[in-house]
């Protein structure tokens, strides 16, 4: 996807022509992961449209509305109580970043006006929407997807928290490369966007074809000025069968070839025509949004409680003052009045006087044991806590696998099959009529062959994962798996001999394209042999542990040859 800084600097500068001064009339919730706010600005209506779903991440001006759910989002309610009927004072884009801020002005209840921000986080699987209280250190009022420090202690996104940006990248950003540090990036467009910030896999490319860096420098002062100026000319690209495959606003030598370009006047009118197109070339995608929605609600279940278990372990975990204070009172019994309500004695560990609080009406060896009675308690909770708290991560795991098996069903017997799964391992209940032996007919694994003829295997569920690794793999077989990112077991077949690099280099391809980092380059991907990947007893599907890996770094891709 091309919703890189470059686009984001043109889509502000849209928005900011258009919207500037325009005032909030209404504002929708047409899913849990998008929003829409109908503007009026000068004598037009405008609707801004954004979405932070992983595979539609983007922001832009729309035409026609999405259709709107019976009763709003809580998100949608806090941002009518709090910027419904604000002006807009500014559209602006953070740096080169894929941020947009919407700075907006409205009174409070107190009739007093006042400032916020609503920030337009474009950052594919971690995007976001957020509400900033300018006025208050910029603390949060709320967020489409709310961030618990146990999915991130080094950015948490929940309301009072105070704001802050998502950790820089350490590239030059596009605006700010100068001639030698572009020269420099080298003459792969892999090397230039590891370098350079802000640009996208195609932008990258196009720099990687010029030779020096007066030339590069020049390329994207161009494209700059032009957005600027408000002349760029948005392009989609298109494959043989109309599907689009890239966009951006300007000219992509790569697409050029083997892609028929169409041209918008607008980049919001490019992006909707993306978009949309997409999105109906895949009814898939659409009929697959309900139960999306039910496994996104599973997981933010999981992820919340993720958050909550880890606080309180936190807090069990520093209970040994506890164990401390029955210590000290025991050995100090003598000297505890009966009825005080605290005490001071010297820790015999540090010498540093201790106060201790007592229940006056308990005795000294009574206000002992109820110390030593709460820490025993403590020690029980971190056990009781890091089982629970393993547990719901390895439920918040699966479930980030189907959400990725989902985005890549071609079928409904494919959907059937993952809800099938997914009543299986209790997440929802058994539908009726249930086609009995179905898990004999799933074990029809998607089938390529490697450029120097090696079978290559890519599981569509984690069911079939576990069919796939557990009962058709020989010991022999390689099995390959994204490091770390929710995806499709992948089994080399080898036939007892040893897999060429270029057969474990495609197999990895396959496994970067069947999973959640299908939209980025150089995954990592784990690989071994067959016989040393186990299933431990009590596992949820498609969950299996292994030694012996090695890893390699591979593009997503499907092997020269195709499917079997």
């Known amino acids: 996807m091309a919703f890189d800084g470059i686009v984001t600097m043109a889509e502000t500068e849209e928005l900011e022509q258009k919207l500037a001064s325009g005032k909030i009339d209404k504002i929708y919730c047409p899913a849990d992961d998008e929003l829409v706010l109908y503007v ?44 419904q009927g604000s002006r807009i004072l ?59 420090s146990g999915i991130s202690r080094a950015r948490e996104v929940l309301p009072g928290r105070a704001y802050i940006y998502p950790p820089r990248q350490d590239k030059v950003p596009f605006t700010k490369a100068d001639e030698a540090q572009l020269a420099a990036a080298g003459t792969d467009g892999k090397d230039v966007l590891r370098t350079i910030g802000g640009i996208s896999p195609s932008i990258a490319d196009e720099l990687a074809e010029l030779p020096t860096g007066e030339a590069r420098r020049a390329f994207l002062d161009g494209i700059m000025q032009d957005i600027k100026d408000h002349t760029v000319r948005p392009v989609v690209y298109e494959d043989e069968t109309g599907r689009p495959k890239e966009y951006h606003v300007t000219r992509l030598s790569a697409f050029e070839k083997d892609c028929a370009a169409k041209t918008f006047p607008t980049l919001s009118e490019a992006m909707e025509y993306y ?22 609600g599973l997981l933010e279940k999981a992820e919340t409680k993720i958050g909550r278990l880890t606080e309180d372990l936190r807090r069990a975990e520093n209970s040994g003052k506890l164990q401390l204070y029955g210590e000290l009172l025991t050995a100090n019994l003598g000297k505890i009045e009966r009825g005080a309500k605290e005490v001071t004695l010297a820790n015999y560990y540090t010498g540093e006087d201790v106060t201790i609080p007592l229940d006056p009406k308990l005795g000294p060896n009574e206000n002992a044991q109820k110390y030593f009675k709460r820490y025993r308690k403590s020690k029980t909770a971190v056990t009781e806590k890091k089982a629970q708290l393993a547990e719901t991560k390895e439920s918040a795991d699966y479930l980030e696998s189907v959400l990725t098996f989902l985005d890549g069903a071609e079928s409904l017997s494919a959907l059937a099959e993952i809800r099938d799964e997914l009543a299986e391992a209790g997440y929802l ?107 431990p007893s009590g596992a949820k599907p498609g969950m299996v542990i292994f030694t012996h890996n090695r890893t390699v770094y591979a593009d997503p891709e499907e092997p020269p040859a195709g499917k079997d």
């Open 275 to 296: 978009y949309e197109k997409r999105a109906s070339s895949n009814r898939m995608l659409q009929r697959s949004s309900s139960l999306k929605k039910t496994v996104r």
């Open 429 to 535: 209940k058994e539908s009726g009529g249930r086609a009995a032996g179905r898990k004999a007919a799933q074990a029809s694994p998607k089938k390529y062959r490697t450029s120097d003829g090696f079978p290559v295997l890519v599981g569509r569920n984690n069911r079939e994962n576990d069919i796939l690794t557990l009962e058709i793999a020989g010991k022999q077989d390689y099995w390959l798996h994204t490091k770390d990112i929710p995806g499709s077991h992948v089994i080399l077949r080898t036939g007892g001999t040893e897999p060429s690099e270029t057969a474990i280099r495609e197999a990895a391809g396959l496994a970067a394209l069947n999973s959640k980092a299908r939209a980025s380059e150089n995954v990592p991907v784990d690989y071994v042999k067959v016989k040393y990947v186990k299933k």
């Open 40 to 83: 009026h600005a000068g004598s037009r209506h405008y609707r801004v449209f954004a979405s932070v779903s992983p595979e539609g991440a983007s922001i832009r001006l729309i035409q026609d509305p999405p259709e709107n759910p019976p009763s709003p989002a809580p998100f949608c309610m806090l941002l009518r109580k709090y910027i």
């Open 90 to 148: 500014s559209v602006s884009q953070k740096g080169a970043e894929r941020i947009i801020e919407f700075t907006l002005e409205n009174r409070n209840d107190l009739g007093l006006m006042v400032t916020r921000k609503l920030v337009f986080e474009i950052m594919g699987k971690h995007s976001n929407i957020i509400l900033v209280d300018s006025l208050a250190d910029d603390r949060i009022l709320g967020a489409i997807k709310g961030v618990p």
